[in-house]
């Protein structure tokens, strides 16, 4: 355990390098349970580029992986509930281990949010897996401040959520913090850097700050890294894997999809390519799928909040330089929000799922007439009812969809029941009534499958910044 440093709003500008070298970023997952074997080929693209004839010098790369959803986490706290010595991302050895000898060889440092509810137990594996690869152990940071749980910090949750705060049985509390510590563990050394709850366009932005020397209050460079880490963040999406549908857009080999790989200039401008080696030589980044991932989960385009600053994208320009190349410009940005994002993962009681199916003549009336029974059987418990394969995706928890939705000729359809409750018991029941479906009919029924999980909720608010101060500390190896 070498250094500890709190980091100050400001600290990001105090980096004078100018490098002004573009910065080469690859993603290798979009979320916790992505494909495992992406960073393979990402990091045999980077390695391929850095050591090209032609590569500008003084060109630095970077890994990351985005692994965080706003329930991973939650699902994560328990996890650290029940070991002390988990809590972080599950799939980190199948991630990184078959990379992590060629990456610290060629420089590439990485950043990720695979801490989750456990950064530190995170990076104690990495030094793990490292001396187990007969590798000297890297300079391993983690970020930290991200997770509310001091007595403070909780008084301020309650002065936003109100008296009901008292009442929750609470999982997790967790900001959103931004790029600045992920940014100062670069500059201290770091060649890892894990991390919590942070933006996942900040990911980015920590690298680009940290090799461009930006100032701290430099919004149009520091919202074009935003976008371009929000292109990288969902992993394949960007490279077509969202995006395709066969017969209207075409995606080709989808199962040897490359994931992206952003090239950030000095002043912010990106251009999104993928890894391009053999085994990865699917996907598609074009103009078309570029646009439906910057567009993404954004509700304002002129302003999109993060952590770090409010980008406007509302005379961005997305244009083709060659196949699998493509330009965005015209990004602006203004000043960062004054306040942080917090979720608040709370016990939400229990979530039974039960299904059994129905096949042949009149598959689609025994499902119907099933999913009565069930209702007539269970009065006080308000379930969910879909029949995949004729009313599903589209149904509504109170049922109206399918009670308005005629009655079909399906032949193969799958009835499935859900129902949310405090009391495990009551969500049993529902498990129960559908295995007794078998012999108290309707007639054919089969395949029955029930599970029972502990529900999570959550509710969100805001924190002024001043209250989620975020530190790192370097805990393995030297800088």
Same mark, same amino acid.
């Given at each position: 355990m070498?250094?500890?440093?709190c980091?100050?709003? $400001?600290d990001?500008?105090?980096?004078?390098? =100018?490098?002004?070298?573009p910065?080469l970023i690859?993603?290798?997952?979009?979320?916790s349970?992505?494909? +495992?074997?992406?960073?393979?080929?990402?990091?045999d693209?980077?390695?391929?580029?850095?050591?090209?004839?032609?590569?500008?010098?003084?060109?630095?790369?970077?890994?990351?992986?985005? /692994?965080?959803?706003e329930?991973?986490?939650?699902?994560?706290?328990?996890?650290?509930r029940?070991?002390?010595?988990?809590g972080?991302? =599950?799939?980190?050895?199948?991630?990184?281990?078959?990379?992590?000898?060629?990456?610290?060889?060629?420089?590439?440092?990485?950043?990720?949010?695979?801490?989750?509810?456990?950064?530190?137990?995170a990076?104690?594996?990495?030094?793990?897996?490292?001396?187990?690869?007969?590798?000297?152990?890297?300079?391993?940071a983690?970020?930290?401040?991200?997770?509310?749980s001091?007595?403070?910090q909780?008084?301020?949750?309650?002065?936003?959520?109100?008296?009901?705060?008292?009442?929750?049985?609470?999982v997790?509390?967790?900001?959103?913090?931004?790029?600045?510590?992920?940014?100062?563990?670069?500059?201290?050394?770091?060649?890892?850097?894990?991390?919590?709850?942070?933006a996942?366009?900040?990911? /980015?932005?920590? =690298?680009?700050l940290?090799?461009?020397?930006w100032?701290?209050? $430099?919004?149009?460079?520091?919202?074009?890294?935003t976008?371009?880490?929000?292109?990288?963040?969902?992993?394949?999406?960007?490279?077509?894997?969202?995006? #395709?549908d066969?017969?209207?857009?075409?995606?080709?080999?989808?199962?040897?999809?490359?994931?992206?790989?952003a090239?950030?200039?000095?002043?912010?401008?990106v251009?999104?390519?993928? #890894?391009?080696?053999?085994?990865?030589?699917?996907?598609?980044?074009?103009?078309?799928?570029?646009?439906?991932?910057?567009l993404?989960?954004?509700?304002?385009p002129?302003?999109?909040?993060?952590? $770090?600053?409010?980008?406007d994208?509302?005379?961005?320009?997305?244009?083709?330089?060659?196949?699998?190349? &493509?330009r965005?410009?015209?990004?602006?940005?203004?000043?960062?929000?004054?306040s942080?994002k917090?979720?608040?993962?709370?016990?939400?009681?229990?979530? &039974?799922?039960?299904?059994?199916?129905?096949?042949?003549?009149?598959?689609?009336?025994r499902?119907r007439?099933?999913?009565?029974?069930?209702?007539?059987?269970?009065?006080?418990?308000?379930?969910?009812?879909?029949?995949?394969?004729? &009313?599903?995706?589209?149904?509504?928890?109170?049922?109206?969809?399918?009670?308005?939705?005629?009655?079909?000729?399906?032949r193969?359809?799958?009835?499935?029941?859900?129902a949310?409750?405090?009391?495990?018991?009551?969500?049993?029941?529902?498990?129960?009534?559908v295995?007794?479906?078998? +012999?108290?009919?309707?007639?054919?029924?089969?395949?029955?499958?029930?599970?029972? +999980?502990?529900?999570?909720?959550?509710?969100?608010c805001?924190?002024p910044?001043?209250?989620?101060?975020?530190?790192?500390e370097?805990?393995?190896?030297?800088?």
């Open positions: 070498r250094c500890l440093h980091v100050d709003n $400001d990001i500008g105090d980096m004078t390098n =100018p490098a002004p070298s910065l690859g993603c290798a997952a979009g979320f349970g992505d494909r +495992t074997d992406a960073a393979g080929p990402v990091v693209t980077l390695v391929a580029r850095l050591r090209a004839p032609d590569a500008p010098a003084g060109q630095r790369a970077f890994l990351i992986f985005e /692994t965080l959803a329930r991973t986490l939650a699902l994560a706290q328990l996890r650290r029940a070991d002390p010595g988990s972080y991302e =599950p799939l980190l050895d199948d991630m990184l281990r078959p990379v992590l000898a060629r990456c610290l060889a060629h420089g590439i440092r990485i950043v990720s949010n695979f801490g989750a509810a456990n950064p530190r137990a990076a104690r594996h990495i030094a793990r897996m490292a001396t187990e690869l007969g590798l000297a152990v890297p300079a391993i983690v970020v930290e401040g991200d997770d509310l001091t007595p403070a909780r008084a301020l949750l309650r002065g936003q959520l109100g008296a009901g705060f008292d009442a929750l049985q609470v997790s509390a967790n900001a959103y913090i931004g790029a600045e510590p992920i940014a100062a563990a670069l500059r201290a050394g770091a060649q890892v850097v894990v991390c919590g709850r942070v996942d366009p900040s990911l /980015t932005v920590g =690298p680009a940290a090799h461009f020397g100032a701290a209050d $430099d919004w149009d460079r520091i919202a074009r890294a976008m371009a880490g929000h292109l990288l963040e969902c992993g394949a999406q960007v490279c077509g894997g969202y995006f #395709a066969p017969g209207f857009k075409e995606v080709p080999a989808p199962e040897a999809i490359g994931f992206p790989i090239e950030i200039d000095a002043d912010g401008g251009v999104i390519g993928k #890894a391009d080696t053999p085994d990865a030589a699917g996907g598609l980044v074009s103009e078309a799928t570029v646009k439906e991932q910057l993404y989960e954004v509700h304002d002129a302003a999109y909040l993060t952590p $770090d600053v409010v980008a994208i509302g005379k961005a320009e997305v244009v083709q330089l060659a196949p699998n190349r &493509v965005l410009s015209g990004v602006r940005g203004h000043a960062r929000p004054p942080l917090v979720n608040v993962c709370h016990e939400g009681g229990w979530l &039974v799922e039960a299904g059994i199916s129905y096949a042949g003549a009149r598959a689609e009336a499902a007439l099933a999913a009565d029974t069930l209702r007539k059987r269970l009065p006080g418990l308000a379930l969910r009812v879909d029949l995949i394969g004729a &009313v599903s995706l589209f149904a509504d928890d109170e049922g109206r969809l399918l009670a308005q939705t005629p009655a079909g000729e399906a193969d359809v799958r009835l499935r029941v859900a949310a409750h405090a009391d495990r018991a009551q969500a049993e029941r529902v498990a129960r009534e295995m007794a479906l078998y +012999t108290c009919g309707p007639a054919g029924g089969g395949g029955v499958r029930s599970a029972l +999980t502990p529900r999570l909720n959550t509710v969100s805001l924190l910044r001043e209250a989620v101060p975020t530190r790192f370097i805990v393995e190896g030297t800088a």
